[in-house]
């Protein structure tokens, strides 16, 4: 049996679909937190904490980051993962911001 053009056609649009929409409910398709974003501003959100800055935050330490932090919710080996306080948007593993807590 020979499948004709509109089927094969019709076949990989549906299985493109499917494709799109398994990412998005898997988050895969996630924005990356930028540091201009107006909450990150609120929390001082940082890519990489070795930027903090210790005068407007002195409660950072040395050491803390998202990877190591509670409210973040990938393991410690994710690059990029969601926070609590981020809402769907996903921040570094080795960034920093304000709400750091390791409880």
């Given at each position: 049996?020979?499948?004709?053009?509109?089927?094969?056609?019709?076949?990989?649009?549906?299985?493109?679909?499917?494709?799109?929409?398994?990412?998005?409910?898997?988050?895969?398709?996630?924005?990356?937190?930028?540091?201009?974003?107006?909450?990150?501003?609120?929390?001082?959100?940082?890519?990489?904490?070795?930027?903090?800055?210790k005068?407007?935050?002195?409660?950072?330490?040395?050491?803390?980051?998202?990877a190591?932090?509670?409210?973040?919710?990938g393991?410690?080996?994710?690059?990029?993962?969601?926070?609590?306080?981020?809402?769907?948007?996903?921040?570094?593993?080795?960034?920093?911001c304000?709400?750091?807590?390791?409880?």
């Amino acid at each position: 049996m020979t499948a004709s053009r509109r089927t094969f056609i019709l076949a990989s649009l549906s299985a493109g679909a499917s494709v799109a929409l398994s990412r998005a409910a898997f988050g895969e398709d996630a924005q990356k937190l930028a540091e201009s974003d107006p909450k990150a501003q609120s929390l001082g959100y940082v890519r990489d904490a070795s930027r903090v800055d210790k005068t407007r935050f002195p409660n950072y330490v040395a050491g803390q980051t998202c990877a190591n932090c509670s409210l973040y919710q990938g393991s410690p080996k994710d690059a990029w993962s969601k926070c609590m306080p981020f809402g769907d948007k996903l921040v570094a593993q080795h960034g920093w911001c304000s709400a750091y807590t390791n409880m």
